[in-house]
């Protein structure tokens, strides 16, 4: 295993060892299998996503975070309205949304992020090379958000910032 492999597999192994012991506590008897369970989803998480394919810039993730958080509350009290006055107009459907990633790991982890956007869910391609986005409301401009989204997501987990 080449030196970067190794001390990602063991930066990987801590991570997963401690949402271990978080999950199950520190118990003699789960150790043990709290650090194999820990091998096999470093060596997974290796084979599925190798060192190098996204660089995690951690102050931009973590505002990239936080603003996700946000959004959640407020998506979660515009769904709470919604829920509770059912006049509130709602036109669901389906959008093109192109994105400047190409496809690959990239594009992959993006579309998950926006997955967990309040009010989208990207439901493959679009038939052009860009994505199908379903969206509670039409005439939001989703894809305005997303490509916000998009560029703060490039910031915070791309070895590049676009200029």
Do not use: N
């Not at 801590?14 to 506590?25: D, K, R």
């Not at 916000?148 to 200029?163: G, I, K, L, Q, Y």
Request: hydrophobic letters at 50%; aromatic letters at 10%; one cysteine or more.
């Amino acid at each position: 295993m080449p030196r970067s492999a190794t001390w990602a597999f063991l930066l990987r192994w801590a991570f997963y060892m401690l949402f271990w012991i978080v999950l199950a506590g520190m118990d003699a008897k789960d150790m043990a299998a709290g650090a194999a369970a820990s091998a096999l989803a470093s060596w997974a998480s290796l084979k599925l996503l190798a060192p190098g394919e996204l660089s995690l810039k951690p102050a931009r993730a973590l505002l990239l975070f936080l603003r996700f958080l946000g959004q959640s509350i407020a998506a979660g009290v515009a769904v709470a309205r919604i829920a509770l006055s059912p006049a509130m107009p709602l036109r669901p459907g389906l959008i093109g949304y192109r994105t400047s990633f190409a496809e690959g790991t990239r594009r992959q982890a993006f579309t998950t992020f926006a997955s967990l956007l309040p009010g989208t869910l990207p439901s493959g391609g679009d038939g052009r090379g860009g994505l199908a986005v379903h969206c509670l409301d039409e005439a939001q401009p989703v894809a305005v958000q997303l490509a916000e989204e998009e560029e703060r997501f490039r910031e915070a987990f791309s070895r590049e910032a676009r200029s």
